[in-house]
């Protein structure tokens, strides 16, 4: 069946022609997100949504989106999304980081000369008749100083333009490098000395814990008089009451602003103010950055439902479609290995540690390692998958290690699940053959080859003569038709291990009476 996606905001039509060429079914209803209850009744139907910024999806929404596993956001900005529900409901979510980067810098250039030349205002006063050449007075840009707060991709564009336009630029992000900052020409400063020295400070920060009200009343208080402030990042950044008294007080001399702390900002306390520029959220509304961002969102998101490739998605690794199928059968045999664990285990796992050996240790071994904690938490949990696994296992307390390194035995690439728990260690190994098909190598310390199939039982026990043969005739008796069967020990009259693939299910009686046999110290039935 083809994957079926629901563009719920206003993307450009590139999204729609993408999403069809590559073997997707798509809905453009692009005002179904101004209405959440709508798009609650409407997400059940829906493997991807693909959204822009008017669209708010919420932890009910997604409760309702019971076949969803991919939100595309085309832009930037994630945080109309709950991220952390989406990944507990092992929804991948993806964004495009540089799609509409130079638009966006591009408006907040705009934005600083529309302040430096008050020109909405001249505008608004020539067309209304008056000529007033007298009451415009700007200030010049070149030579000024702008403070730049957050330089990625954004600020950058930003920082590197201004100094086009022969402006000093500082910067505050105790993210960037100095070396980076030397290279691009920008002086690296602690935000103090941004706000003690900027004539204009700009906004690129994402809006988090640590950025929220950045410009709070008492960092506006920090800043030079006649500072003129440009938000075209995130409302929340600054104090928006704060603001407006800087203003009224002179403090400040002019403020443009693209976002707000309450959109759409039909109402807010810097409106009507006439040194306060604003713009409806216009950031990424150029004809350039729409195409770019609804093609590759939806390029992205193509590329997920139909092959697997994972392309910026902020909750999980990156696949790219050419590792996609040399991934999958690490990723298979990861779940498997989780699951013969998970099922096995028979107290709560405290740490999980995963070796990976030759040529799977070269692959993105954190996307295998999440398939095998979704295959270890299966037995336990109900709606677990590879995406949403790893926050559960922290969640739990289980420690999770990772090793690669090269191959050591027979195997071109082999992995190790040993996962710790109060009542001991389970091991186990599997590597993937030729045929693509994953094989279990190695139970506990005892080499046994084995495929996974349906229903499988293991059988630990002591190497004595006939026990193959009672356990044999014990299968025959509960009607168990053998499959395939698989045997190890780990030397002669030691511990010894049967690994069976059986057709259809293994009655608890049948395995209790497994349990019974002589010599038998473990048996499990499992399911794959
Ligand atoms: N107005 C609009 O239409 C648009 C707004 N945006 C907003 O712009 C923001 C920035 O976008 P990009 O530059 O692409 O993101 P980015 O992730 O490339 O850059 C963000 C920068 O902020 C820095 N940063 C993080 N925490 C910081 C802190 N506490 N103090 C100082 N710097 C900090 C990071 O180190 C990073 O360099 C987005 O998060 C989004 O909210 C993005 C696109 C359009
Ligand atoms: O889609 C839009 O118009 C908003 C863009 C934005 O804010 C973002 O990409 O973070």
């Given at each position: 069946m083809r994957p079926r996606v629901l563009i719920s905001d206003q993307l450009s039509a590139a999204a729609a022609q993408i999403f069809s060429m590559r073997g997707v079914d798509v809905d453009f209803q692009p005002t179904l997100g101004k209405h959440p209850e709508k798009l609650a009744a409407a997400i059940g139907g829906y493997d991807g949504l693909a959204i822009r910024s008017a669209t708010k999806v919420t932890a009910e929404i997604l409760g309702a989106a019971k076949r969803l596993k991919v939100i595309g956001r085309a832009g930037i900005g994630v945080d109309n999304v709950d991220v952390p529900a989406?990944?507990?409901?092992?929804?991948i979510v993806m964004n495009t980081p540089f799609g509409n980067s130079v638009t966006t810098a591009e408006h907040a250039i705009a934005l600083m000369f529309a302040l430096?030349?008050?020109i909405p205002a001249a505008d608004a006063s020539t067309q209304a008749g008056k000529w007033e050449k007298n009451r415009f007075m700007g200030v010049e840009i070149s030579g000024k100083t702008l403070g730049v707060i957050g330089c990625g991709n954004i600020g950058t564009n930003v920082a590197t333009r201004a100094l086009g336009l022969k402006m000093r630029v500082i910067v505050y992000d105790p993210f960037l490098s100095g070396e980076r900052a030397a290279t691009l020409g920008v002086e690296k400063v602690e935000l103090d000395e941004l706000l003690a020295r900027a004539d204009f400070v700009t906004l690129h920060t994402p809006l988090t814990a640590q950025t929220r009200n950045i410009l709070s009343r008492e960092n506006l208080a920090k800043t030079k008089k006649g500072v003129r402030v440009i938000n075209c990042a995130r409302g929340g950044l600054v104090d928006e009451e704060a603001l407006r008294k800087a203003l009224d007080d002179g403090h400040v001399a002019g403020a443009a602003l693209d976002v707000f702390a309450t959109e759409p900002a039909t109402e807010n306390p810097l409106f009507g103010r006439p040194n306060v520029v604003?713009?409806?959220h216009l950031g990424a509304s150029t004809t350039e950055a729409q195409e770019m961002v609804a093609l590759q969102v939806a390029e992205q998101m193509s590329d997920y439902?139909?092959?697997?490739a994972v392309t910026n998605a902020v909750n999980f690794p990156s696949i790219s479609a050419e590792e996609a199928p040399r991934l999958r059968p690490y990723v298979e045999l990861a779940e498997k290995l989780g699951?013969?664990?998970?099922?096995?285990?028979s107290a709560g796992v405290d740490k999980i540690s995963l070796v990976y050996e030759g040529g799977v240790a070269e692959l993105k071994t954190k996307a295998i390692t999440a398939s095998a904690l979704s295959g270890l938490l299966k037995p336990i949990l109900q709606d677990v998958n590879p995406v949403c696994a790893a926050a559960i296992a922290k969640d739990r307390g289980?420690?999770?290690?990772?090793?690669t390194r090269e191959a050591e035995g027979d195997y071109e690439s082999l992995m190790r699940l040993r996962a710790v728990t109060s009542q001991g260690?389970?091991?186990?190994?599997g590597t993937v053959f030729h045929d693509g098909k994953p094989r279990i190598v190695r139970v506990g310390d005892i080499a046994v080859e084995a495929e996974f199939t349906p229903s499988m039982i293991v059988v630990s026990n002591e190497d004595r003569p006939g026990f193959i043969g009672r356990f044999a005739g014990l299968l025959g008796d509960a009607k168990i038709n053998i499959a395939t069967f698989a045997l190890g020990r780990d030397s002669p009259g030691g511990s010894a291990m049967a690994i069976v693939a059986v057709d259809g299910d293994v009655p608890e009686e049948a395995l209790a009476a497994i349990r019974r046999l002589n010599g038998v110290k473990r048996a499990a039935a499992l399911r794959f």
């Open positions: 989406a990944t507990a409901r092992g929804v430096a030349r008050e604003c713009t409806p439902l139909t092959r697997g699951l013969l664990v998970g099922q096995i285990a289980v420690v999770v290690e990772e090793i260690e389970i091991g186990v190994a």
